[in-house]
């Protein structure tokens, strides 16, 4: 089972406190404890909006019509919270995007061009800490066919599950074994477990290639340490100063 630091425990009890107050999940992007973990990007980050803009003007044809459905700024999950669904809204070029579509924009035309990878002909994504299913959702709409599977906590799962429905994901709690061709995803998850579960996760799948976002500290650890030694292209993303900065990792 997927263990917590104290930070993420006493934000589950409130995540908990809430849904079972509220019940229905259709309004979830409303709740304050969903905001507040955050489960989603809320934060409007420019330099997001900008490197999306660098993609739009890269695709033509049926590519950028994928794109755009992609980045399609959908009302699920705000059905009785309008003013929120409009307060998240993006103008990008002829569409409406938000703030967490473009932020996955960024993880997977990042990954590809650093990488020389295409998330596409993996066999197999495991993705630990999935949020709100939003970037597995991106994955899914640019054109991704095979084996999906989000390792979270039991807590968290009914959110993605719920987002996801139309999509055959997989959903888990305990580490899933190594599969050839997989590629594991990991954005500011793993670095704010404990070293234990880590270790767990990665002893059993053995991942060759990895999408990690990390940021430098988390509660008494230093993930600087932590990453050193893994191989991989590392870049920083410099306009999230939180927990002594953030960077990619991948591989």
């Not at 409007?44 to 459905?69: M, V």
């Not at 020389?116 to 495991?126: A, C, M, Q, S, Y």
């Not at 002893?203 to 500290?217: A, C, G, R, V, W």
């Amino acid at each position: 089972m997927l263990h917590l630091h104290s930070e993420w425990e006493q934000a589950v009890n409130y995540l908990k406190s809430q849904h079972n107050f509220f019940k229905n999940l259709s309004s979830f992007r409303g709740w304050d404890s969903v905001v507040r973990i955050p489960l989603y990007e809320v934060i409007f980050y420019k330099e997001y909006l900008n490197y999306a803009e660098e993609i739009f003007n890269s695709l033509r044809g049926n590519d950028l019509e994928t794109w755009k459905f992609s980045m399609y700024h959908s009302p699920q999950g705000y059905l009785s919270d309008i003013s929120r669904f409009n307060d998240h809204k993006i103008s990008l070029f002829d569409i409406i995007t938000n703030p967490y579509n473009i932020k996955s924009n960024h993880h997977y035309f990042k990954y590809q061009s650093l990488t020389g990878k295409n998330i596409l002909e993996f066999d197999h994504i495991v993705e630990l800490g999935g949020g709100c299913g939003d970037f597995a959702k991106f994955v899914f709409n640019m054109g991704y066919k095979n084996e999906y599977t989000i390792i979270d906590i039991p807590e968290i799962i009914p959110f993605q599950k719920y987002n996801l429905s139309e999509y055959n994901v997989n959903f888990t709690s305990s580490p899933v074994n190594y599969k050839p061709n997989t590629l594991f995803i990991s954005t500011w998850g793993i670095s704010e477990c404990p070293l234990l579960w880590r270790k767990e996760v990665l002893d059993k799948l053995s991942p060759e290639s990895y999408l990690i976002t990390y940021q430098s500290f988390f509660e008494d650890m230093s993930n600087e340490t932590y990453f050193q030694n893994f191989k991989g292209i590392r870049e920083n993303i410099p306009w999230i100063p939180w927990d002594g900065g953030s960077k990619y990792l991948l591989n």
